[in-house]
């Protein structure tokens, strides 16, 4: 279901401007409207192939790549007491505590998505049904 979390997270990237192009420009991306509608966009996409099952290890990795900046350009400034982000609303809000609670959710996200870049697809996957109907082609074709 790693899919389903990240498809919401683009999902509301577009819908809730304070997690988009917001969120960017308080963390000083350059082009922060491009740059939300390109991370929504691939969470969105990325987040429907992986339900789906399809080029799981490839969105995998992406999602890898995406989970790391985005704990690198959050997590540090939470640390050092820097963040233009709003703190949490309960102690510890900034320090190595700080960031150990809020880590929580991008570390979730980024091994689960190491994980089907390692493990692949499921048995139930479309990555696994082309696979098999792959097989079954060559069986047929080499039987003739």
């Given at each position: 279901m790693a899919g389903s979390v990240f498809l919401w997270e683009g999902v509301m990237k577009f819908v809730f401007a304070n997690q988009g192009v917001g969120r960017f420009t308080k963390l000083g991306f350059p082009f922060p409207g491009?740059?939300?509608?390109?991370?929504?966009?691939?969470?969105?996409?990325g987040g429907v192939l992986l339900l789906a099952g399809l080029q799981t290890r490839l969105v995998g990795l992406v999602?890898?790549?995406?989970?790391?900046?985005?704990?690198?350009?959050?997590?540090?400034?939470?640390?050092?007491?820097?963040?233009?982000?709003?703190?949490?609303p309960v102690p510890p809000q900034t320090g190595f505590w700080a960031v150990l609670h809020e880590v929580r959710s991008e570390f979730a996200q980024m091994f689960v998505s190491l994980f089907l870049v390692v493990e692949g697809p499921g048995r139930l996957s479309l990555d696994a049904w082309r696979k098999r109907s792959e097989r079954r082609g060559r069986v047929v074709a080499t039987t003739r």
């Open positions: 491009a740059t939300a509608d390109l991370v929504a966009t691939i969470e969105i996409v999602f890898v790549g995406e989970m790391i900046v985005a704990v690198l350009s959050t997590k540090i400034s939470m640390f050092l007491g820097t963040s233009p982000l709003p703190l949490p």
